[in-house]
Structures are given as C-alpha cells and as structure tokens.
C-alpha cells in the first residue's frame, strides 16, 4: 500500500474496487442463463430417464427384432458415410490433379515438384552408378577371360 491509499477513506478505497454496473449486468445475465440451462438440462436427463424406465419392458419384449435391426441400420449409416467420405476424398485428389496440371498451382504442388526432381535426381544419379559398376564388372570379366586365355596356353 502506498502513503496515499492510507490517507484514502475506506468508502473511496470500496467505490474505486467496486465492480462497474457493465460487469454487474454481464454477470447476472450469465449466471441467470447458466442457472436456467442448468435446469433444462436436469428436466431433459428426469425424462429421458422416466422414459427408459416405462419402455425398459418393450425394449425387452421387442429385443430379438431391434437388436438386428438396429445393427442393420448401423451398418448401412457407416456404408454410407463411408462411401461419401470416399467420394469426397476422390473429388479432391481429382480437383486438385485437375489444378496441378492446369499450372494453377494448388496446395502442396512445392512439395510434390520437390520430391519429384529429387527422386528423378537420385534415380539419375542409380544409373550412372550401375552402369560404373556393369562397366567394371565387364572389365573384370575381361581380365579373367584373358589372363585365363593366357594360363592355358
């Protein structure tokens, strides 16, 4: 505390840290919307149990047909979305192959120019180097045949 907070009287000191009217209002229109959704939340989750409870008999009575249909109709959704998903991802690649040739560029084209000359740079760099090796295999090969051409004599 410093020497003029001291000389302050105690209603000033609580008017200068009292929240403004703005915060006042923020916090009660929060508190009143959480407190409300609160008690939606707890009258959903009483019914929701209430409503289990009066079908439970049904649900047990009807099992052997709804526990079928309900994987049927779950494998069906999953082929769906699945087979949309896959869609959507073929779209894609399409759209983006479509923009790579057309030169417009699209996402990721650095990269893929990148790996592709490095790739034709090592493939390049392989060639050269077989064709060294079947060279020097060929010159060994030579040798051999000559100096065996050489022994037999």
């Known amino acids: 505390m410093s020497i003029n907070d001291q000389n302050m009287p105690m209603t000033q000191k609580l008017y200068e840290s009292a ?17 409300t959704l609160l008690f939606l939340s707890a009258l ?3 019914g929701t149990v209430i409503a289990l409870i009066m079908a439970t008999p049904l649900i047990v009575i009807f099992s052997p ?12 959704i999953s082929g769906f979305l699945f087979s949309g998903g896959c869609a959507v991802a073929a779209i894609t690649a ?11 560029h699209p996402l990721g084209a ?20 077989a064709k060294e090796y079947g060279q020097y295999v060929q ?6 045949t000559h100096g065996q051409g050489y022994q037999s004599l």
Do not use: C
């Open 65 to 76: 047909v709804l526990v079928p249909a309900g994987i049927t109709i779950f494998l069906l």
């Open 110 to 129: 650095d990269q893929l120019d990148y790996a592709r000359n490095k790739l034709a740079s090592t493939a390049r760099d392989m060639t050269e180097k």
């Open 44 to 46: 959903t989750l009483t």
């Open 19 to 35: 929240p403004s009217s703005r915060q006042v209002a923020k916090f009660l229109t929060a508190s009143t919307l959480g407190v």
């Open 139 to 144: 010159h060994k090969a030579q040798e051999v």
């Open 94 to 104: 399409l759209s983006w192959m479509y923009f790579y040739v057309q030169g417009k």
